[in-house]
């Protein structure tokens, strides 16, 4: 009719649909990065309510259950920025007053602690370092420039510190209607599909962050104790700066390991040697045997693809993109395995059922044996 092709008219609906539904999602982009935060979030929490739903026994109602656990996770952090947060600000504030003259290249050959054995090369490895210091911040001052410009865009929406946790909360509320959706979804014709997507999803959303959690805690403890007792300067502040950017696998840690040990070179710090050797020995425990233990197969990810991610999401969304990028790689490769697994099922020829066994053949009774005539 009117010389248009049904079947292409359908495709191009179809596109402008998709076309449409992508601007919708650019539109309202803020809000959504908020409730995958919220959700993200919501992952952290929900194991601990779960703990005190096994502990109190159902005793206590599940809403006022989980404003406790709310309670006493705000407790938790203020005790420890009332313990801690004044020292660290101050090791920053001192940080920076202190910075250019760490990095002023004039004074490095005399500032850079080196062992005996390379004393005779201090001239030459102080200007190779000068070189490096010079060029490396040229490239890396508009990375840190956009990061910096994030951080700050970040930080000026204090709105989300009350908004992500409320929206948490009554995440973690619902959470027995989406077990109902999901069993109702189940008796759907593509039900077991999707039910397999949502919770291999699950899965790796919440393997991910718990073992992000406890990496970012076990990076703080144990680097805040050894860097203090090594006596390195800024130890508390170095230590938070490589707990917050452990959630940023491969270069999250070589970046926090690179800044340890520039800070504690220019700072004149004499035993760098044993820094290197302890971030060493720590990366080799977190990454072959912690990391492993913590984190679930679904959640693997090639390096390759995290650099690729981390690069990619820096580009499209900043300082978000960076947080996020690797977390969406896991759950898009979780949902491509979901894919072929149920293409694998449905291209499986069927097995045939086995014969049946035949039946054993039926044996006659024996006739009774003839009774013997007694005597009267």
Known sequence: MFGIDARTARVVWTAALVIAGLYGVFLVRGTL????????????????????QRRLGGRIPRTPLLGLVYLVVVAVVVLAVGLFGNQVAEQATTLLQQLPTLLDPTTLEKRLPLPGLLEPMRARLAGLLRELLQGGSAQAMPFVRNVGTGLMHLAGNLIYVVVVPIL??????????????????????????WTDVLHGLNGVLSSYVRALALLSLATLVTYGLVLQLMGVPF?????????????????????AAASIIGVALF??????????AFIGAYRVFQDYMLNPYLMSEGVDVPP???????LAGEELAGVSGIFLSVPFIAAVRMV?????????????PATPAAPAAPAAPVVPPSPPPPATPTSG
């Open 235 to 255: 130890a508390l502040l170095l230590a938070g700066v490589a707990a917050v950017l452990e959630v940023i696998p491969v270069l999250g840690p070589l970046v």
């Open 33 to 52: 990065l908020v409730m995958l935060i919220a959700v993200l979030f919501s992952y952290l929490i929900y194991p601990l309510f779960t703990l005190a």
């Open 304 to 310: 390759i693809l995290v650099v690729f991610g981390l």
């Open 336 to 348: 491509a395995v979901q894919v072929r697994q149920h293409r694998a099922k449905l291209t499986a």
């Open 267 to 276: 700072s004149g710090y004499e035993h760098v040697g044993w820094v290197i």
């Open 168 to 193: 948490s909360f009554l995440m973690i509320l619902q959470a027995p209607v989406f077990d109902e959706l999901l069993v109702t979804m189940r008796n759907r014709r593509t039900g077991p599909f």
